[in-house]
C-alpha cells in the first residue's frame, strides 16, 4: 500500500514564527487532505489539495503531485495552532480510503 | 445536524463486554466512514458505507467489529467480546460525495480495563 511519511515529526516553535511541514508520499493520489487535530481530539479538515496551491488565512497549502510531496505552511505562529498536523492520502479512484501520514506534533510556546 | 455527532464521547469496558458506539453524519452525506486512532498514531480506515451499503470492511480487525447503517444516515460500529488491545479512540467522518472533504467527529475514546 501507499506510504505517507511527514516530516518533521515534532516542532517547536515561538508565537509568531513561521514554519513549512512536508508530506511525502510513495504513489500518484487522487485526494490529499491535511488535518490539525486539537489538544481534545478533533480532527479538523484545513486543505483538499489533490494539486495546486491553496490559502487560507495564516495557513496554505502547495502539492506537487508529479513529485508526490506536500507542503503545509503556517504563518505568524499561534498557540491555538498546537497540535497534530496529518496528511492523508487516498490512491483510489472509487470511494476513496484516505490513508493518514505519521503526524507532525507541533508546540506553539507564548 | 451541523457537524458528525458521536456518542458516547468516553466509554469503560470491561474486557469481554460488548461495546456500541453511534454515529450521526451530516445530514444529506452520502459516504461514512469509522476509523480507529490508537495512542501516539495517525487514524486507521476501518470501514466505509455508501448510504446503507457496507462497500469496504476490510480495515476491520476481527470478526468480533461489526458496523451497520441500516437506513443509509446513522451508523453502529459494535465491538463484541472486547479486548485490551481494542482501546482506542473510535472516529466517524463523513462526506457528501466520495473524493470529497471529510468533515470528522470528536471520537468515541474506548478504555478496555
Known amino acids: 500500500g501507499i506510504q505517507v511519511e511527514q516530516s518533521p515529526p515534532d516542532l517547536i516553535l515561538q508565537e509568531g514564527a513561521n514554519s513549512t511541514l512536508r508530506c511525502n508520499f510513495s504513489?500518484?493520489?487522487?485526494?490529499l487532505q491535511w488535518f490539525h487535530q486539537n489538544p481534545w481530539g478533533q480532527l479538523i479538515n484545513l486543505f483538499y489539495?489533490?494539486?495546486g496551491t491553496k490559502q487560507n488565512g495564516r495557513l496554505s497549502a502547495t502539492t506537487v503531485a508529479t513529485e508526490r510531496y506536500s507542503l503545509l505552511y503556517i504563518s505568524s505562529s499561534q498557540t491555538t495552532d498546537s497540535g497534530v498536523y496529518f496528511c492523508?492520502?487516498?490512491?483510489?479512484?472509487?470511494?476513496?480510503?484516505?490513508?493518514f501520514g505519521t503526524g507532525t506534533r507541533l508546540l506553539v510556546s507564548p | 445536524g451541523a457537524g458528525v455527532s458521536q456518542s458516547p464521547r468516553y466509554k469503560v469496558a470491561k474486557r469481554g463486554q460488548d461495546v456500541a458506539l453511534r454515529c450521526d453524519p451530516i445530514?444529506?452525506?452520502?459516504?461514512l466512514f469509522w476509523y480507529q486512532q490508537a495512542l501516539g498514531q495517525g487514524p486507521e480506515f476501518l470501514t466505509y458505507?455508501?448510504?446503507?451499503?457496507?462497500?469496504?470492511k476490510s480495515g476491520l480487525p476481527s470478526d468480533r467489529f461489526f458496523a451497520e447503517r441500516p437506513e443509509g444516515s446513522v451508523s453502529t460500529l459494535k465491538i463484541q467480546r472486547t479486548q485490551q488491545e481494542d482501546s482506542a479512540v473510535y472516529l466517524c467522518?463523513?462526506?457528501?460525495?466520495?473524493?470529497?472533504?471529510?468533515?470528522f467527529g470528536s471520537g468515541t475514546r474506548l478504555t478496555v480495563v
Open positions: 504513489d500518484s493520489v487522487n485526494n
Open positions: 467522518a463523513s462526506s457528501l460525495e466520495w473524493g470529497e472533504v471529510y468533515t
Open positions: 489539495i489533490p494539486s
Open positions: 492523508a492520502v487516498s490512491t483510489d479512484t472509487g470511494f476513496q480510503k484516505l490513508v
Open positions: 458505507f455508501q448510504n446503507e451499503a457496507q462497500l469496504d
Open positions: 445530514s444529506g452525506h452520502v459516504s
